[in-house]
Nanobody, 122 residues
Framework: VQLQASGGGLVQAGDSLRLSCAAS????????MAWFRQAPGKERWFVAG????????VYTDSVKGRFTISRDNAKNTMYLQMNSLKPEDSAVYYC????????????????WGQGTQVTVSS
């Protein structure tokens, strides 16, 4: 099982980025997917999650209205559209998946990608 995150980069405050997470190695039918982020010296933190069908999404408060999570099950790929980026959004972004409902705890996720760096300059 592999999750491959991509799309990070260095942008200015107010810019946009779209992250992708491609899954391979098995079927993820019924699996929830999520994005977490981790800044230097801080814990990994839940950003957004999406159910298998895409009908249910959850966001941490600091990104509501700016970030949009989506998925394309035919392509086994999840996305995170990030708009109006702020310096405090700078972190390594990780994608993860679990066989249950959306949850915010790191330990509840079974598989993880390697992370992609997002840096937002002021």
């Amino acid at each position: 099982v592999q999750l491959q995150a991509s799309g990070g980069g260095l942008v200015q405050a107010g810019d946009s980025l779209r992250l992708s997470c491609a899954a391979s190695g098995r079927t993820f039918n019924g699996y929830t997917m999520a994005w977490f982020r981790q800044a230097p010296g801080k814990e990994r933190w839940f950003v957004a999650g999406i159910s298998w069908s895409g009908d249910s999404t959850v966001y941490t408060d600091s990104v509501k209205g700016r970030f949009t999570i989506s998925r394309d099950n035919a392509k086994n790929t999840m996305y995170l559209q990030m708009n109006s980026l702020k310096p405090e959004d700078s972190a390594v972004y990780y994608c993860a998946t679990r066989s249950g409902p959306i949850r915010g705890r790191v330990k509840l996720y079974d598989y993880w990608g390697q992370g992609t760096q997002v840096t937002v300059s002021s």
